[in-house]
Protein backbone atom coordinates (compact mmCIF):
# COMPACT_ATOMS: atom_id res chain seq x y z
CA UNK A 1 0.00 0.00 0.00
CA UNK A 2 1.24 3.15 -1.05
CA UNK A 3 0.93 6.49 1.08
CA UNK A 4 2.71 9.63 1.62
CA UNK A 5 4.38 11.32 4.41
CA UNK A 6 3.48 14.92 3.45
CA UNK A 7 5.95 16.87 6.05
CA UNK A 8 8.70 15.19 4.48
CA UNK A 9 7.55 14.16 0.77
CA UNK A 10 8.45 10.77 1.42
CA UNK A 11 6.51 7.53 0.11
CA UNK A 12 5.34 4.57 1.91
CA UNK A 13 5.48 1.06 0.91
CA UNK A 14 4.18 -0.59 4.09
CA UNK A 15 4.69 -4.97 4.47
CA UNK A 16 1.21 -6.40 4.84
CA UNK A 17 1.02 -7.07 8.78
CA UNK A 18 0.40 -10.79 8.03
CA UNK A 19 3.63 -10.77 6.42
CA UNK A 20 5.91 -9.35 8.48
CA UNK A 21 8.82 -11.58 10.11
CA UNK A 22 8.59 -12.56 13.78
CA UNK A 23 10.80 -10.42 16.54
CA UNK A 24 13.45 -12.61 17.93
CA UNK A 25 12.70 -14.68 21.35
CA UNK A 26 16.07 -13.57 22.54
CA UNK A 27 17.33 -10.92 21.49
CA UNK A 28 20.62 -10.94 23.48
CA UNK A 29 21.58 -13.98 22.04
CA UNK A 30 21.23 -12.62 18.74
CA UNK A 31 24.42 -12.48 16.76
CA UNK A 32 25.35 -9.06 16.04
CA UNK A 33 23.78 -7.60 12.76
CA UNK A 34 22.54 -10.44 11.52
CA UNK A 35 18.31 -9.72 12.06
CA UNK A 36 17.21 -6.83 10.34
CA UNK A 37 13.30 -4.93 10.58
CA UNK A 38 10.95 -5.26 8.55
CA UNK A 39 11.60 -1.68 6.29
CA UNK A 40 14.27 0.56 5.40
CA UNK A 41 14.85 4.03 4.12
CA UNK A 42 16.17 4.91 0.62
CA UNK A 43 16.86 8.12 -1.22
CA UNK A 44 18.66 8.23 -4.92
CA UNK A 45 20.60 10.88 -5.77
CA UNK A 46 20.98 12.12 -9.83
CA UNK A 47 21.08 14.97 -11.70
CA UNK A 48 22.62 16.83 -9.03
CA UNK A 49 19.64 16.44 -6.51
CA UNK A 50 18.44 13.88 -3.78
CA UNK A 51 14.82 12.15 -4.83
CA UNK A 52 12.94 9.46 -4.82
CA UNK A 53 12.73 9.00 -1.24
CA UNK A 54 11.22 6.27 0.22
CA UNK A 55 10.08 3.68 3.12
CA UNK A 56 9.91 0.12 1.83
CA UNK A 57 10.05 -3.22 2.81
CA UNK A 58 13.94 -4.52 3.75
CA UNK A 59 14.98 -6.39 0.94
CA UNK A 60 18.04 -6.66 -1.52
CA UNK A 61 19.29 -3.70 -4.04
CA UNK A 62 19.50 -3.81 -7.27
CA UNK A 63 22.46 -2.07 -9.01
CA UNK A 64 24.69 -2.62 -12.03
CA UNK A 65 27.42 -4.81 -11.87
CA UNK A 66 29.46 -1.64 -13.64
CA UNK A 67 28.36 0.25 -10.13
CA UNK A 68 31.18 2.57 -9.43
CA UNK A 69 30.95 1.23 -5.65
CA UNK A 70 31.88 -2.13 -6.88
CA UNK A 71 35.11 -1.47 -8.22
CA UNK A 72 36.65 1.78 -6.81
CA UNK A 73 35.23 1.80 -3.11
CA UNK A 74 32.81 5.02 -2.78
CA UNK A 75 31.09 3.57 0.01
CA UNK A 76 30.65 5.13 3.56
CA UNK A 77 28.75 4.76 5.94
CA UNK A 78 27.53 5.42 9.85
CA UNK A 79 26.70 2.84 12.99
CA UNK A 80 23.82 4.69 15.48
CA UNK A 81 21.49 2.58 18.41
CA UNK A 82 18.22 3.10 19.37
CA UNK A 83 16.85 1.90 22.82
CA UNK A 84 13.56 1.43 24.92
CA UNK A 85 12.58 3.40 27.64
CA UNK A 86 8.61 1.87 28.15
CA UNK A 87 7.06 3.62 25.24
CA UNK A 88 9.98 6.03 24.74
CA UNK A 89 12.28 5.51 21.92
CA UNK A 90 15.86 7.13 22.28
CA UNK A 91 18.59 8.17 20.51
CA UNK A 92 22.03 8.97 21.56
CA UNK A 93 23.66 12.34 19.75
CA UNK A 94 22.35 10.91 16.23
CA UNK A 95 23.60 14.46 14.81
CA UNK A 96 26.77 14.14 15.53
CA UNK A 97 26.68 11.17 13.65
CA UNK A 98 25.00 12.30 10.38
CA UNK A 99 27.65 15.64 10.89
CA UNK A 100 30.17 12.62 10.55
CA UNK A 101 28.36 10.95 7.88
CA UNK A 102 28.82 14.13 5.75
CA UNK A 103 32.26 14.60 6.69
CA UNK A 104 33.08 11.04 5.17
CA UNK A 105 30.79 12.12 1.79
CA UNK A 106 33.08 15.33 1.44
CA UNK A 107 36.59 13.30 1.80
CA UNK A 108 34.79 10.49 -0.43
CA UNK A 109 33.80 13.63 -2.89
CA UNK A 110 29.83 12.22 -2.81
CA UNK A 111 26.86 14.53 -2.12
CA UNK A 112 25.93 15.42 1.37
CA UNK A 113 22.77 15.26 3.64
CA UNK A 114 21.07 17.64 5.29
CA UNK A 115 21.27 16.53 9.02
CA UNK A 116 17.66 17.37 9.70
CA UNK A 117 16.39 15.77 6.90
CA UNK A 118 18.61 12.70 7.59
CA UNK A 119 17.37 12.78 11.61
CA UNK A 120 13.51 13.10 10.17
CA UNK A 121 13.64 10.20 8.03
CA UNK A 122 15.41 8.03 10.21
CA UNK A 123 12.91 8.87 13.31
CA UNK A 124 10.14 7.91 10.52
CA UNK A 125 11.25 4.72 9.41
CA UNK A 126 12.08 4.16 13.53
CA UNK A 127 8.12 4.97 14.34
CA UNK A 128 6.84 2.16 11.08
CA UNK A 129 9.13 -0.15 12.98
CA UNK A 130 9.09 0.76 16.59
CA UNK A 131 8.22 -2.57 17.70
CA UNK A 132 11.64 -3.72 16.70
CA UNK A 133 13.18 -1.56 18.86
CA UNK A 134 14.18 -4.49 22.34
CA UNK A 135 13.17 -3.49 26.01
CA UNK A 136 16.15 -5.81 27.01
CA UNK A 137 18.60 -4.66 29.58
CA UNK A 138 21.68 -4.76 27.22
CA UNK A 139 19.87 -4.48 23.96
CA UNK A 140 19.52 -1.83 21.67
CA UNK A 141 18.52 -1.39 17.77
CA UNK A 142 21.26 -1.06 15.61
CA UNK A 143 21.21 1.68 12.96
CA UNK A 144 22.81 1.10 9.55
CA UNK A 145 22.86 4.68 7.50
CA UNK A 146 24.96 3.82 3.97
CA UNK A 147 25.57 5.53 1.39
CA UNK A 148 27.27 3.88 -2.64
CA UNK A 149 27.76 5.46 -5.77
CA UNK A 150 25.66 3.49 -8.21
CA UNK A 151 26.21 5.14 -11.34
CA UNK A 152 27.10 2.23 -14.11
CA UNK A 153 30.86 3.90 -15.40
CA UNK A 154 34.16 1.62 -15.45
CA UNK A 155 36.09 4.58 -14.56
CA UNK A 156 38.41 6.32 -11.86
CA UNK A 157 36.47 9.51 -11.46
CA UNK A 158 33.76 10.38 -8.75
CA UNK A 159 30.05 8.88 -9.29
CA UNK A 160 27.14 11.22 -10.58
CA UNK A 161 24.79 8.80 -8.86
CA UNK A 162 24.50 8.07 -5.37
CA UNK A 163 22.11 5.64 -3.01
CA UNK A 164 21.57 6.71 0.02
CA UNK A 165 19.61 4.00 2.93
CA UNK A 166 19.16 3.13 6.37
CA UNK A 167 18.36 -0.31 7.56
CA UNK A 168 17.77 -1.49 11.22
CA UNK A 169 18.45 -4.29 13.24
CA UNK A 170 18.08 -5.52 16.89
CA UNK A 171 20.98 -6.82 18.60
CA UNK A 172 22.23 -7.89 21.99
CA UNK A 173 25.50 -6.90 23.52
CA UNK A 174 28.00 -6.60 20.42
CA UNK A 175 30.63 -9.27 22.21
CA UNK A 176 29.52 -12.45 22.47
CA UNK A 177 31.37 -12.62 26.23
CA UNK A 178 29.47 -9.49 26.92
CA UNK A 179 30.67 -6.79 29.06
CA UNK A 180 34.24 -8.70 30.22
CA UNK A 181 37.88 -7.89 28.93
CA UNK A 182 39.07 -8.50 25.28
CA UNK A 183 42.20 -9.27 23.97
CA UNK A 184 43.93 -6.79 22.04
CA UNK A 185 46.28 -7.51 19.20
CA UNK A 186 48.87 -4.58 18.58
CA UNK A 187 49.59 -4.76 14.63
CA UNK A 188 53.21 -3.75 13.49
CA UNK A 189 53.49 -5.18 10.40
CA UNK A 190 49.77 -3.57 8.35
CA UNK A 191 48.27 -0.38 8.79
CA UNK A 192 45.38 1.03 8.79
CA UNK A 193 45.56 4.42 7.77
CA UNK A 194 47.97 7.51 7.15
CA UNK A 195 48.06 11.57 7.49
CA UNK A 196 46.22 12.95 4.57
CA UNK A 197 44.42 9.29 3.67
CA UNK A 198 40.88 8.03 4.32
CA UNK A 199 41.39 7.11 8.27
CA UNK A 200 39.28 10.10 9.43
CA UNK A 201 36.36 8.95 7.03
CA UNK A 202 34.32 6.30 7.67
CA UNK A 203 34.73 4.81 4.57
CA UNK A 204 34.10 1.46 3.27
CA UNK A 205 37.32 0.16 2.43
CA UNK A 206 39.47 1.32 5.35
CA UNK A 207 37.67 -1.99 7.46
CA UNK A 208 38.19 -4.49 4.24
CA UNK A 209 42.11 -3.24 4.67
CA UNK A 210 42.03 -4.48 8.03
CA UNK A 211 40.91 -7.71 7.72
CA UNK A 212 44.24 -9.76 7.22
CA UNK A 213 45.87 -8.14 10.44
CA UNK A 214 42.37 -9.71 12.11
CA UNK A 215 43.26 -13.00 10.91
CA UNK A 216 46.78 -12.83 12.57
CA UNK A 217 44.79 -11.37 15.68
CA UNK A 218 42.65 -14.59 15.92
CA UNK A 219 45.37 -16.79 15.24
CA UNK A 220 46.47 -16.16 18.91
CA UNK A 221 43.24 -15.97 19.96
CA UNK A 222 42.83 -11.99 20.47
CA UNK A 223 39.70 -10.70 18.92
CA UNK A 224 40.92 -6.84 18.05
CA UNK A 225 43.64 -5.28 16.04
CA UNK A 226 44.97 -2.08 17.90
CA UNK A 227 46.71 -0.34 14.76
CA UNK A 228 50.19 1.84 15.33
CA UNK A 229 50.99 4.97 13.09
CA UNK A 230 51.79 4.40 9.40
CA UNK A 231 54.87 5.99 9.38
CA UNK A 232 57.12 4.78 12.26
CA UNK A 233 55.06 2.24 13.87
CA UNK A 234 55.61 3.68 16.88
CA UNK A 235 52.46 5.31 18.20
CA UNK A 236 48.65 4.20 18.99
CA UNK A 237 46.21 5.45 17.06
CA UNK A 238 42.58 3.49 17.37
CA UNK A 239 41.27 -0.04 17.41
CA UNK A 240 39.75 -1.69 14.59
CA UNK A 241 36.40 -1.14 15.95
CA UNK A 242 36.44 1.32 18.55
CA UNK A 243 38.74 4.23 19.65
CA UNK A 244 41.30 3.68 22.53
CA UNK A 245 41.96 5.41 26.06
CA UNK A 246 44.92 4.66 28.53
CA UNK A 247 44.93 5.51 32.10
CA UNK A 248 48.44 6.48 33.12
CA UNK A 249 47.64 6.90 37.17
CA UNK A 250 45.06 9.46 37.28
CA UNK A 251 45.83 10.65 33.70
CA UNK A 252 43.08 9.32 30.93
CA UNK A 253 44.85 9.25 27.54
CA UNK A 254 43.49 8.66 23.64
CA UNK A 255 45.43 9.73 20.51
CA UNK A 256 44.54 13.18 18.83
CA UNK A 257 42.89 13.38 16.08
CA UNK A 258 44.84 13.65 12.97
CA UNK A 259 43.60 12.91 9.99
CA UNK A 260 44.04 9.09 10.25
CA UNK A 261 42.10 8.50 13.28
CA UNK A 262 37.85 8.16 12.96
CA UNK A 263 36.98 11.03 15.67
CA UNK A 264 33.68 9.15 17.52
CA UNK A 265 30.78 9.89 18.83
CA UNK A 266 31.74 7.85 21.66
CA UNK A 267 35.08 9.30 22.23
CA UNK A 268 33.91 12.65 22.29
CA UNK A 269 31.29 11.47 25.39
CA UNK A 270 33.87 9.48 27.22
CA UNK A 271 36.40 13.17 27.20
CA UNK A 272 33.15 14.89 28.81
CA UNK A 273 32.09 12.14 31.24
CA UNK A 274 35.60 12.13 32.29
CA UNK A 275 36.23 15.51 32.82
CA UNK A 276 32.94 15.23 35.18
CA UNK A 277 34.62 12.94 36.95
CA UNK A 278 37.22 15.26 37.87
CA UNK A 279 40.07 13.68 36.37
CA UNK A 280 42.67 15.25 33.96
CA UNK A 281 42.44 14.19 30.34
CA UNK A 282 44.65 14.66 27.84
CA UNK A 283 44.73 14.12 23.24
CA UNK A 284 48.31 13.02 23.16
CA UNK A 285 50.62 11.04 21.07
CA UNK A 286 51.24 7.84 23.05
CA UNK A 287 53.28 5.34 22.17
CA UNK A 288 53.60 1.45 21.87
CA UNK A 289 56.70 1.69 24.33
CA UNK A 290 55.07 3.82 26.98
CA UNK A 291 51.85 1.98 27.02
CA UNK A 292 53.97 -1.53 27.42
CA UNK A 293 56.67 0.38 29.97
CA UNK A 294 53.83 1.35 31.84
CA UNK A 295 51.83 -2.08 32.10
CA UNK A 296 55.21 -3.14 33.32
CA UNK A 297 55.49 -0.44 36.17
CA UNK A 298 51.95 -0.62 37.07
CA UNK A 299 51.89 3.28 35.84
CA UNK A 300 49.06 1.87 33.01
CA UNK A 301 46.10 1.52 35.42
CA UNK A 302 43.39 0.54 33.01
CA UNK A 303 43.01 0.65 29.11
CA UNK A 304 39.63 0.65 27.32
CA UNK A 305 38.06 0.99 23.56
CA UNK A 306 34.59 2.68 22.99
CA UNK A 307 32.11 2.84 19.84
CA UNK A 308 28.84 2.93 19.26
CA UNK A 309 28.84 -0.83 18.27
CA UNK A 310 30.44 -1.93 22.08
CA UNK A 311 29.97 1.25 24.17
CA UNK A 312 33.07 0.53 26.37
CA UNK A 313 35.21 -2.30 26.04
CA UNK A 314 38.10 -2.76 28.81
CA UNK A 315 41.00 -4.37 27.54
CA UNK A 316 42.35 -7.49 29.86
CA UNK A 317 45.78 -8.35 27.59
CA UNK A 318 48.14 -6.61 24.62
CA UNK A 319 49.51 -8.93 22.42
CA UNK A 320 52.51 -7.05 20.78
CA UNK A 321 55.89 -8.68 19.37
CA UNK A 322 54.87 -12.52 19.93
CA UNK A 323 54.34 -11.60 23.56
CA UNK A 324 51.20 -11.30 25.82
CA UNK A 325 50.81 -8.14 28.33
CA UNK A 326 48.22 -8.25 30.71
CA UNK A 327 46.79 -5.16 31.49
CA UNK A 328 46.28 -4.64 35.28
CA UNK A 329 44.91 -7.90 37.13
CA UNK A 330 43.33 -8.20 33.76
CA UNK A 331 39.53 -7.62 35.20
CA UNK A 332 37.69 -4.64 34.79
CA UNK A 333 38.91 -1.07 36.13
CA UNK A 334 36.99 1.33 37.97
CA UNK A 335 36.79 4.09 35.58
CA UNK A 336 35.61 1.61 32.64
CA UNK A 337 33.32 0.32 34.65
CA UNK A 338 31.57 3.54 35.48
CA UNK A 339 31.82 5.11 32.27
CA UNK A 340 30.47 2.03 30.62
CA UNK A 341 27.27 2.25 33.69
CA UNK A 342 26.79 6.07 32.88
CA UNK A 343 26.42 5.58 29.17
CA UNK A 344 24.27 3.11 29.45
CA UNK A 345 22.08 4.72 31.66
CA UNK A 346 22.22 7.64 29.66
CA UNK A 347 21.52 6.31 26.54
CA UNK A 348 18.72 4.09 27.82
CA UNK A 349 17.30 7.10 29.55
CA UNK A 350 17.07 5.26 33.19
CA UNK A 351 19.69 7.86 34.09
CA UNK A 352 19.79 11.85 34.23
CA UNK A 353 21.11 13.41 30.79
CA UNK A 354 23.15 16.40 32.05
CA UNK A 355 24.81 17.62 28.30
CA UNK A 356 21.51 17.07 26.29
CA UNK A 357 22.84 13.80 24.31
CA UNK A 358 19.20 11.87 23.88
CA UNK A 359 16.96 12.57 21.29
CA UNK A 360 13.13 10.75 21.66
CA UNK A 361 11.36 9.91 18.63
CA UNK A 362 8.19 11.56 18.58
Not at 195 to 200: F, H, I, N, Q, S
Not at 236 to 253: A, H, K, P, S, Y
Not at 305 to 318: E, F, H, K, N, Y
Not at 327 to 333: A, H, K, L, Q
Request: a negative charge; glycine letters at 10%.
Amino acid sequence: MGLLCLRMNIDIDLVPKDERKEKPKDVLQVSFGTVFSDHMFSMAYKNGTWGEKRIHPYGPLSISPAALCLHYGQGIFEGMKAYRRGSRVLLFRPEMNFKRLNASAERMVMPTIEVDFALHSLKELLKIDSEWVPDVPGSSLYIRPTMIATEPKLGVRPSQEYLYYVILGPVGPYFKEGFAPVKIYVSDKYVRAVRGGTGAAKASGNYAASLLAGTDATKVGYSQVLWLDALERKWIEEVGTMNLFVRFDDEVTTPPLGGSILPGVTRDSVLTLVKDYGLATKERMVSIDEVIEGISSGKVREIFGCGTAAIIAPVGSLWYKDTPYKVGDGNTGELTQRLFDDLIGIQSGEMEDPHGWVVEVE
